[in-house]
Structures are given as structure tokens and as C-alpha cells.
């Protein structure tokens, strides 16, 4: 089945730097790529995603990446603010038995 | 206002009992999902279920069983096989296409007291 390793574990950046999240998947029949934050004692909320037709998307600060030769995609965060300071967790579907597979999570902390 | 509601938010169960978790979504989704989070970790799958009156186990199903009598419910029942219960479950639904989006409730912390 499908498998999602996410680094790294732990991030700490400065306010105003960029953050960089990366995963990888092993199933290359997964199409389906999103990226999660979650707060303290809340649910996952989505924030960007990515289908594999195409490569690359955007939205203000966030971006992701997907390389679908390499099976890897990531998360760019630019210009950290403090409230982006959370859980982050990347996600393949689409795979075997049509899954929502998730990475470990990456602990993103933005200094002021 | 549409979304996915979980049930309670906290949930309190002596060892040997059998306590169920709810999961309800008004956004017309076919599949429905349920996870475990435990302290610092990812989330991992117990069941999922892409249609009605039928569902299939995840990675981690021992110890729990489900039941999806209607579109809109997607219960967990958290046996007493299961040896570690104290976690943080979440429910999520989903279109049921390979490249759409799950939407997650607020999710149940249970504790074993």
C-alpha cells in the first residue's frame, strides 16, 4: 500500500524567512497530493493540494511542488508570520484502495 | 452550515468498556473516514468507507469496528480489544473521486481511566 514520509519533524525559522516541508510517496498510481495544517486540539484543515497533472501551484505565501518521476512533492511557505506556527501534515490519494494516506508531520515554529 | 461534526469532544471510558465515537456530515460525501492521532504523531487510518453499507479496515482496524447504515453517519465503536484507546480520533469525509479534498471534524479525545 501506499507509503508517505515527511520531513523534517521539526522546523524553526524566523519570522519573515521562508519554510520548506518535504515528502515522498511510493504509490505511483496516487493523483491526489494535499497539505494539511493543524492547530492545537483541532482538526486538519486543508491548505493547498495538487493533482499530478500538473506540476507546480500557488496561492499568495504557499506553494507546492510535485515531482511525479521522483514521487516527492513539497510545501514553500514564504514571508513566515507567527500564526503560521502549527502541525503540517502532506497526504497521497488515489493509490490502492483509493486511501487518504498521511506523512508524520512536520512541527513548523515562526520566531518573532 | 455544511460540514462533518464529531461527538463528543471529550469522551471518558473505564478499561473493559466498549464506548462509540459519532460522525455525521451534511455534504452529501460517500466516503467517510476515521484516524487516530496519538501525542506527536501522524495520523493513522482505522476504517474508511466509500459507499453505503460498506466499509473496509485500515492500517491500524484491530480493536475497533464501524458501521455506515446511512450517508450522513459514520460511527466508531472502540472495543475493549483494543489495548491503547487514549488518543485523539478524527472523522473525515470526502467526495469519493481519487483527487478531491477530505474535510475533517474537530475530532474526540478519548481517555482511559
Known amino acids: 500500500g501506499e507509503n508517505v514520509e515527511q520531513h523534517p519533524s521539526t522546523l524553526s525559522v524566523q519570522e519573515g524567512d521562508s519554510a520548506v516541508i518535504k515528502c515522498t510517496y511510493s504509490?505511483?498510481?496516487?493523483?491526489?497530493f494535499p497539505w494539511y495544517k493543524q492547530e492545537l486540539g483541532k482538526g486538519p484543515q486543508l491548505i493547498i493540494d495538487?493533482?499530478?497533472?500538473?506540476g507546480e501551484k500557488k496561492d499568495q505565501r504557499i506553494a507546492v511542488t510535485l515531482n511525479k518521476t521522483a514521487k516527492h512533492f513539497s510545501l514553500h511557505i514564504t514571508e513566515t508570520q507567527p500564526e503560521d506556527s502549527a502541525v503540517y501534515f502532506c497526504?497521497?490519494?488515489?493509490?490502492?484502495?483509493?486511501?487518504?494516506?498521511f506523512g508524520a508531520g512536520t512541527i513548523l515554529r515562526v520566531k518573532s | 452550515d455544511g460540514g462533518i461534526t464529531q461527538s463528543p469532544k471529550y469522551l471518558f471510558r473505564k478499561e473493559g468498556q466498549n464506548v462509540t465515537l459519532s460522525c455525521e456530515q451534511n455534504?452529501?460525501?460517500?466516503?467517510m473516514y476515521w484516524y487516530r492521532q496519538d501525542p506527536g504523531q501522524g495520523l493513522r487510518l482505522i476504517y474508511y468507507?466509500?459507499?453505503?453499507?460498506?466499509?473496509q479496515k485500515g492500517d491500524i482496524a484491530e480493536g475497533y469496528s464501524v458501521s455506515r447504515e446511512k450517508k450522513e453517519s459514520f460511527p466508531l465503536t472502540v472495543t475493549s480489544a483494543q489495548k491503547n484507546p487514549t488518543a485523539f480520533y478524527l472523522c473525515?469525509?470526502?467526495?469519493?473521486?481519487?483527487?478531491?479534498?477530505?474535510?475533517f471534524g474537530q475530532g474526540t479525545r478519548l481517555t482511559v481511566v
Open positions: 497526504a497521497a490519494k488515489g493509490g490502492y484502495g483509493n486511501k487518504l494516506v
Open positions: 468507507s466509500q459507499i453505503v453499507n460498506d466499509f
Open positions: 455534504l452529501n460525501h460517500d466516503a
Open positions: 504509490d505511483s498510481a496516487s493523483n491526489y
Open positions: 473525515a469525509s470526502s467526495i469519493d473521486r481519487r483527487d478531491t479534498e477530505a474535510f
Open positions: 495538487i493533482r499530478s497533472n500538473v
